[in-house]
């Protein structure tokens, strides 16, 4: 957890990297309203200060979130998590973030849906969309199965081994569902499109897979809300 220790030599140079990623691909300005999901404790968020840009943090991890706040603005909210916030009061379920809707035109999402089940990762898509405005747009970081990363994993080629471990999710380790999670890819873009997304084509797929061609070691999405 290098990116999440504010002392770290990670903390500052994996926020540079995923920063200018997510400028790449979101191209912020002046007048974007930017919201960091899952922001941690802030690796993003200081250089989105730096930039001066309009924009704060959401988190489930109390502790997490008041380290991040020295970055921007933070809201926090208690949810429970089995392997980030074991004593959370809250469930994940519908607006749990508690934003208006369309208060967003900018959302990111880096390593958070890949550790949560399928059904969880849905509600997540579901309240990012709800929170985006018209045309604005969502960059998530998901690993996804699909045909391809199936003959991967056979010929172990890939740097993680996900398991089947229920009808829609893959693991990497059955004990611990929550530590590294992957979808499929077809499900994931159903998702999307019930809740009035569309994916701005192409996904940029992650270097997990054993190629070095990835933007990062995760698959990225970027959505447009339509």
Not at 96 to 121: D, G, M, R
Not at 150 to 173: E, G, R, V
């Amino acid at each position: 957890l290098g990116g999440l220790n504010i002392y770290s030599k990670e903390f500052d140079t994996q926020g540079y990297i995923l920063f200018n990623i997510c400028n790449k691909l979101l191209n912020f300005e002046q007048k974007d309203k930017v919201l960091d999901f899952g922001c941690g404790t802030g690796r993003l968020l200081k250089h989105l200060k730096k930039e001066n840009l309009n924009y704060q943090g959401f988190e489930i991890n109390n502790n997490y979130g008041s380290i991040a706040k020295q970055f921007g603005e933070v809201r926090t909210r208690d949810i429970n998590h089995p392997e980030y916030n074991k004593n959370g009061s809250l469930e994940l379920k519908d607006n749990f973030t508690e934003y208006e809707s369309e208060e967003f035109n900018k959302i990111i999402s880096l390593a958070v849906l890949n550790h949560q089940s399928f059904k969880e990762a849905s509600i997540i898509i579901k309240e990012l969309l709800r929170i985006t405005k018209k045309n604005g747009l969502i960059l998530i970081t998901v690993f996804l199965i699909n045909n391809l990363t199936q003959q991967l994993m056979k010929k172990a080629s890939c740097k993680f081994d996900f398991i089947k471990s229920s009808i829609d999710n893959f693991s990497t380790n059955l004990d611990r569902p929550y530590l590294n999670n992957a979808f499929y890819e077809d499900m994931i873009r159903k998702v999307i499109i019930n809740n009035k997304g569309q994916i701005v084509e192409p996904i940029y797929y992650g270097e997990w897979r054993g190629q070095n061609s990835g933007l990062t070691g995760h698959d990225v999405i970027v959505i447009r809300k339509l």
